[in-house]
């Protein structure tokens, strides 16, 4: 085995996380890699004991940027410090999501394909240091990421002075996974040359101005990511029904036979689909575009299944983690790690014509969908990349339960509490009740597919019954609604912990 | 002069008005051409004629797709005869907005740039009969279109059978002023190759096989265009936000000295913003990249300002009118006309930087903008293109006077009735009282920005009480709302009248 990570740059750069962390400033902004994962954790965990030993609360507190989610070790361990006063663009951890939803953490939920141009324009404060985890730096300064690329490529060329986690944990055969290409910023932008989900345009590392980076620390610390869960008999049947669906626009020829590729949103229902595709004999082998592969991408290699797979992150649990690792050298050929400007870009996402699957906190009976607040207020994750996805998507479809705390909630509400997705981009809603096809129908249409397909059965007379009282009190009205009782789901659960009536 | 629209093609097609109204089905898809103007007028005159004659009410139905808005001479004389069932993209006659708020029309209210597509991929009903309005249509079958693009390239190339109307009252001289381009369709996608506003990558007519070429119909009718008004107090106060800004932004160096490329709504906001262009000193020559060039773009020519326009159309009162045909051979420098395909695509929006500027019927404290219905439920016009600029702009900026009704109604609300344009892409909210820019920012301190800056003065304080309410109800909540009372303002509107306490 080869001494990872040897090279003047490095020995010369070297120094614990200790030392990186005393190199921070106490307030100002910080960038970091991570994509779901990837994010830097030794630096993080020793700036969090440098807080706990040295500060005294509210002398710290940094603006926090990363590409989307983090773990507990960057955002968990900050947060529990009170050491973040405003993140953005995306977050997952409980401990943050509590600060933000009680004001302590200003929190800007943003579509992650716009941050690049936020950060390169001016809009946000400027970043005092970035942190990115990487497998190798080459005494150049060249930068090899490791599992996901996120926004560290335009972290890395904005900051004024950079720190790196090299991450022994990883094998170094990750070098050629990536294919980092940032695009010309407007007014100077010019055309992006991807037309394929294989097209490599850029280069397998971040190139850095050695001069810029501050310190170097190793670490062997691994993500953590939840164990793969099978999908359950909800999120079974609602990939069955997206089968169905895809299978019958081919037949009439709306989807090519050979499919287009899919974006996949995180989670159980998103892995389903992948599962049911994997399973299906008449699949043929699929192309993704996609933010997040996760465990679920081997079900479709195993059966012989994918062709390819462009991502911002792999995010395996240690199982497939293992498996990943055995076949790392062929992989390579299957999977490209792109940055999310070039993930998420609109440009690309239309050119190619991605079928698109998000999931939804709620969606209402004309089909607007909520992705991010809970009852309209609390913030769950943000919007992520949902937003670049489904505005661009050739087909874009959102995924939810009919019915969340068993029962209590119904996921089909006749105004959603907040929108995220407008009625004009959402053109498919699947819940394990059936599947709505909104294309070209007008509101009132839209209304009936949903409460009839998608709502669970004991909400159906509820949802109906607020239609037509809708229709009748609005005179009519393209899109009837009742403002007096839009809400009236919404205001019986907080009321009496449940929509249903008692 | 020449005679006009005389060939081959032309003499062996060429019949009357209620010869190619009688040859149309009596029910089924009619595709039109239009963007604000160049709808055709002659045939939809005489189908009305045929129907009230040979009809029967009901006997008569038809889908009609069309670029943008119409006038009377189409969406007015067909709603009246009662022979549209269904219409989509967007429309603003009074007629039809009726019959679509009392639901006997099916309207589908969609962005612009989605159209094409899903004409091509047969998500919409098939074209029985484009008709298009054209200057000339030369004896091989290049169709040279009037005074808008719109959809006609898709329409042509879809219809089953296609209708023109020769356009005389148009000089030829219109001729060279298109940029006919389509881009592939996904999955075959390719760059579009427009990197600057004046890029020109396509051909200056449409193509259509002869054959498929049904009926001639020649005709002198001219648009119907409203005289232009002179800025009122309030759009020019809003006009003079919006100029501080971009102002500012030049000075911090987020926009260059040269400025960007505009978008510009439709309306007098819109014109006002121009007309102050053209009278500050600091202004430079400017670009436009919209869909709609009104009077005020001769404002610009009088100052000297106006570098180059890119449209959709070209929409002028008869007195401006009169100035571009004085002009109309040097203006063919300063302007070309697009199809909606590339006026309104992402790709080109996102890669050149636009300022985009669109008007907002309401705004809520948090940022979402309703740009479509009235207090939630009756259709205005649609969303039109504002979705495809706002989403993809450089900056998006949302205009609208502060209150509506003498001040009964206030444009700034604690949650819009329906969410047009979402809080992650809306970034600059400007009334006549100020500008809120909301990038960068959370929501509790958007709510500040906008009620401070934007909300008329007899609003502020219940706004401000609701914010302070909704923090206290919601134990924080990343967006504070109370749904027991986010509607009140609207309710009491409707209760008596006015959305102020009595």
């Known amino acids: ?82 050491a973040i006063r405003y993140r953005t663009p995306f977050m997952s951890t409980p401990d943050l999501r ?22 390169a324009h001016g809009i946000l404060d400027p970043i005092d240091a970035a942190i990115v985890e990487a497998v190798d730096v080459a005494s150049d300064g060249r930068i090899y990421l490791t599992t996901s690329s996120g926004m560290s490529p335009t972290f890395v060329a904005y900051a004024r002075e950079v720190f790196v986690e090299l991450n022994e944990a990883h094998p170094l055969e990750l070098k050629g996974y990536h294919d980092i290409f940032l695009p010309e910023l407007a007014p100077h932008g010019r055309p992006i ?22 310190g170097i620390v190793k670490t062997h610390r691994r993500d953590h990511v939840e164990p793969f869960r099978k999908p359950d008999a909800v999120s079974a049947a609602i990939a069955g029904h997206v089968l169905e669906f895809v299978r019958h626009e081919v037949a009439f020829g709306r989807i090519p036979k050979n499919l287009l590729p899919f974006q996949s949103g995180v989670g159980n229902v998103a892995n389903a689909v992948l ?13 993704m575009y996609t933010e997040v592969l996760q465990d679920s991408v081997f079900d479709l290699l195993d059966a012989e299944k994918l062709e390819f797979a462009s991502t911002c992150a792999l995010t395996f649990s240690p199982a497939a983690e293992t498996r990943f690792h055995e076949s790392i050298s062929e992989l390579r050929r299957r999977f490209v790690i792109r940055p999310q400007e070039i993930s998420n870009n609109p440009e690309v996402i239309r050119r190619m014509g991605i079928i698109a699957m998000n999931t939804a906190l709620e969606v209402d009976i004309y089909g607007h969908v909520n992705s991010t607040h809970v009852m309209g207020s609390a913030m769950m994750n943000g919007i992520g990349g949902s937003g670049d996805f489904t505005r661009n998507a050739y087909i874009s479809i959102f995924l939810t339960p009919s019915t969340a705390k068993g ?19 959402v053109q498919i809603v699947v819940t394990e009740q059936g599947l709505a096809d909104l ?12 409460i009839e397909n998608c709502a669970a059965p004991q909400y159906r007379d509820l949802l109906e019954e607020y239609l037509d009282h809708a229709i009748r009190v609005s005179k009519g009205g393209h899109m009837p609604h009742d403002l007096d009782r839009v809400f009236e789901l919404h205001r019986r659960y907080a009321d009496t912990g449940s929509m249903l009536p008692e």
């Not at 509590?98 to 950060?119: K, M, P, R, T």
């Not at 029962?407 to 004009?424: F, L």
Request: with cysteine; proline share 6%.
């Open 1 to 82: 085995m080869p001494i990872q990570n040897d090279n003047p740059l490095v020995r010369s750069k070297l120094m614990s996380a200790e030392d990186a962390a005393s190199l921070l400033p106490r307030t100002g902004t910080i960038a970091t890699s991570g994509f779901t994962n990837g994010h830097p954790k030794a630096i993080p965990a020793a700036l969090a004991r440098r807080i706990a030993s040295d500060g005294g609360e509210g002398e710290f507190g940094y603006n926090l940027y990363t590409g989307a989610s983090t773990g507990e070790e960057l955002d968990g361990v900050l947060a529990r410090a009170k």
């Open 98 to 119: 509590n600060q933000i939803n009680s004001g302590e953490v200003e929190f800007v939920d943003a579509h992650l394909s716009h941050l690049s141009s936020y950060i």
């Open 193 to 214: 040359h991807i037309t394929s989900v294989d097209d490599r345009i850029g280069v397998p590392y971040v190139s850095c101005d050695p001069g810029r980076i501050r």
């Open 275 to 287: 599962a049911e595709m994997a399973a299906a004999d008449w699949v043929p082998p699929v192309r």
């Open 407 to 425: 029962g209590k909630i119904s996921a089909v509400v006749p105004m959603v509490s907040h929108v995220d997705h407008v009625e004009h981009s």
């Open 439 to 450: 294309r070209g129908l007008c509101p009132v249409r839209r209304a009936r597919a949903i």
